[in-house]
């Protein structure tokens, strides 16, 4: 979630000269208010209690009716995202002079501010005197907002609107910005409290609560990420991992340094502190349990994602990767779960995509075996993310010629074969995804190592040729994809060489015999058979 002014309002016009508010009678103006203030007040109270049991039916702008029994940040949270949703949908209605609904969300606003703050001042110890002025000030913009928007409903003239227009979206703008700087500071000094909990507090209750409340803020987005690592979050988290009195919160100790890594400055923290070291220290540890292992498992993924471009300073990974390779094919080995073992194949996958040397390390350890062994057994690689990962690994290491006699061995061609037929068994979106990468790099893998013929003649024997035809020919088979197509085309083109006979003639002079990209052309436009 960010709360920046300008991140909300990007639509709003620029500054102009504001404009004198009519006086009005303070007491006239709140009777004339009031109903609709009462109204906004009643309407969250209404809504906190919805008549549909399905929460999904339930309104986008609820606040739910335990609050008072939730944790006073996810409070302030919940508030704030509904003033900037709010904020926003006033920029959409004065877009289409909406004005009677510019000022009832106006007054909305208002109240859920006034609401914010006292909900916060309530909760909270103290707050400083920087957070006292930005509280006026807003409280003191949103008010002028108020009396603003109620002064247009006052005029039906189109030209008097439109030059207020530019006004309401100049006091628009100010609001915004003045809301983010207050939520900011709010975070901000919200985070340094846990920071000082963490630090100084030798209860495992009270520490567990405040790593709790920092995953909690972590899981709103990068912006709040970047807050907790800039207060200094990653190396408080990291002195806990170091701490055996703290061995029972290391599994969400780590989970939440999974969280904040996602942006850069939680990885330039962590490398500042050595916390590859100390992964490594954990991962290779027998002693820890297998979800602290595990948890450690997602650090390294994530901070090793091929997705991030700030990871060429983890120049400490280089020198602990043999031992974290290590603990984590083990990991893969004795996963009792399918959700350890995705996590640990997922931060296998990303590290052969970190540096080549991974590979041959992983092809000393038997990883090929072990990997093509777990996914046997239907209770640990049981979804298209698992496979996802292991058919990663594969593609990776099939640059190395000594992969393909591993391949052999362990029936991966017979592996590859099932992946190329992966289908989702949902219509999410993620799963389908998921298994559109499954098809293309068990394509991938397939055609790099069919340059060696005993794997070429086992995918003929598996018929993989009409499976790669069928997936080429039908664009429902591979969900339309395209990296999917170019991808079997190319495992196709390379088992044609190796066993030409295997194709039909209409097969060969459409999908082999082409250029590469109007094969491709002539796939993309073609029509299913439905005969």
Known sequence: MAFKGEDHLDSLSLPVQRMHLMQVDSVQRWMEELKLMTDCECMCILQSKPISADKEEQHELILS?????????????????????????????????????????????????????????????????????????????????????????????????????????????????????????????????LLRQMELSGSLVITESAIRALFSLAQ????????????????????????????????????????????????????????????????????????????????????????????????????????????????????????????????????????????????????MKILLAACSDKHIVDTPYSRDQVVTILANMSVLDQCASEIIQGNGVQLLMEMLCEKPSSGSAAEIAACERVQQKSAVTLARLSRAPEVAEAAVKLSCIPRLIKLCRSPTERNNSDSVLVACLAALRRLAVMNPDGLEDSDFQQLVKPRLVDSFLLCTNMEESFV
């Open 220 to 367: 709103e987005g990068a912006h709040l990420c970047r807050i907790i690592a800039q207060e200094g979050g990653v190396v408080a988290l990291f002195r806990i991992c170091r701490q055996d009195c703290f061995r029972c919160l290391y599994p969400l100790t780590l989970r939440t340094l999974a969280s904040i890594c996602c942006v850069e400055e939680g990885m330039h923290q962590l490398e500042k502190v050595d916390g590859i070291l100390c992964l490594a220290d954990i991962l290779t540890d027998t002693s820890h349990s297998e979800a602290t292992h595990a948890e450690a498992a997602a650090v390294i993924a994530q901070i090793t994602s091929p997705h991030l471009t700030f990871t060429q300073h983890l120049s400490s990974f280089l020198e602990n990767m043999e031992e974290i390779v290590t603990a984590l094919v083990k990991l893969c080995q004795e996963a009792s779960s399918g959700e350890v073992f995705l996590l640990a194949s997922a931060a296998l996958a990303n590290i052969t995509f970190f540096d080549t040397m991974a590979c041959e390390i992983l092809l000393q350890l038997n990883a």
């Open 65 to 193: 009716s335990q609050s008072s029994a939730c944790d006073h940040l996810q409070l302030l949270l919940k508030r704030a995202w509904i003033i900037s949703t709010e904020l926003g949908r006033i920029a959409q209605k004065l877009e289409k002079n909406r004005w009677h609904r510019v000022h009832s969300v106006t007054v909305r606003v208002n109240c859920h501010v006034h609401s914010m703050i006292n909900e916060y001042h309530t909760l909270s110890k103290g707050s400083s005197r920087e957070m006292h002025q930005l509280e006026k000030l807003l409280i003191d913009k949103c008010s002028e907002f108020t009396a603003f928007t109620e002064r247009c409903l006052q005029t039906e003239d189109e030209e008097i609107l439109k030059s207020m227009k530019s006004c309401v979206n100049e006091t628009l703008t100010t609001v915004a910005q003045h809301f983010g700087q207050l939520i900011e500071l709010v975070l901000t000094q919200e985070t340094q409290t």
